[in-house]
């Protein structure tokens, strides 16, 4: 079946501007994990969600990053404001379930670049 | 919270010389542990991972892995590496239960040489 997709696959931007990146889980996957991955850094946990559950939104860095995850599918990440330091590839993941037990499943990501 | 450290960076080895990645994590319990690769312009894809049972555990494309308690260490190996393994490397630690569950390590970036 079709894996974890992204859109878009890359995104340049100018700073100060807002952008909003998507997700498409693998159906039937109730948990959603956003990552970030800057040049020489590990994966940064941002956010997940699990079903209709509360979002766990501890990664997150700032409030100018925000998701949201509409009928338990699709998610979208924003960030409001752009700042140079947010370029990065943000990656998405979905797992079965949630728990680390659950492998997680990755999109290709979304090359952002703040201009 | 849990954490993954991989000290090398970098490593370069010549097609079909043998292969050991480091990987090194902290965690006050059982960990689970994962490897993943991530090839240029493709996902992160998962290698292998151990949860319990038998330490050393075997993967797809022909990596395997063991888990050595006493030196909190998950190291990745193959004996004989093709072109095709050149690609980035991350080693993850993930806590039973809890909110937070998935560490990644900085990655290590192999390249082979002809």
């Known amino acids: 079946g079709a894996g974890v997709s992204q859109s878009p696959s890359n995104k340049v931007t100018e700073k100060g501007k807002d952008v909003e990146l998507r997700c498409d889980p693998i159906s039937g996957h109730t948990a959603l994990y956003w990552y970030r991955q800057s040049l020489g850094q590990g994966l940064e946990f941002l956010i997940y969600f699990q079903g209709n559950s509360a979002p766990d939104k501890s990664g997150l860095p700032s409030d100018r990053f925000s998701a949201e995850r509409t009928g338990g599918s699709v998610s979208t990440l924003t960030i409001q404001r752009t700042q140079q330091e947010d370029s990065a590839v943000y990656l998405c993941?979905?797992?079965?379930?949630?728990?680390?037990?659950?492998?997680?499943?990755f999109g290709p990501g979304t090359r952002l670049t703040v201009l | 919270a849990q954490s993954v450290t991989q000290p090398d960076i970098h490593i370069t080895v010549s097609e079909g010389a043998s292969l050991e990645l480091r990987c090194n994590y902290s965690?006050?319990?059982?960990?689970?542990l994962f490897w993943y690769v991530q090839s240029p312009g493709q996902g992160l894809q998962l290698l292998l991972k151990?949860?319990?049972?038998?330490?050393l555990v075997q993967g797809i494309k022909g990596f395997e892995a063991e888990f050595k308690r006493s030196q909190s260490s998950f190291n990745l190996r193959k004996p004989s590496v093709h072109w095709s393994d050149a690609a980035e490397y991350f080693c993850a630690v993930g806590a039973k239960g809890g909110n937070n569950d998935m560490r990644f390590g900085a990655g290590t970036r192999l390249t082979v040489k002809p």
């Open positions: 151990y949860f319990s049972g038998d330490t």
């Open positions: 993941a979905s797992s079965l379930n949630r728990g680390a037990v659950d492998t997680q499943y």
């Open positions: 965690y006050g319990a059982t960990p689970y």
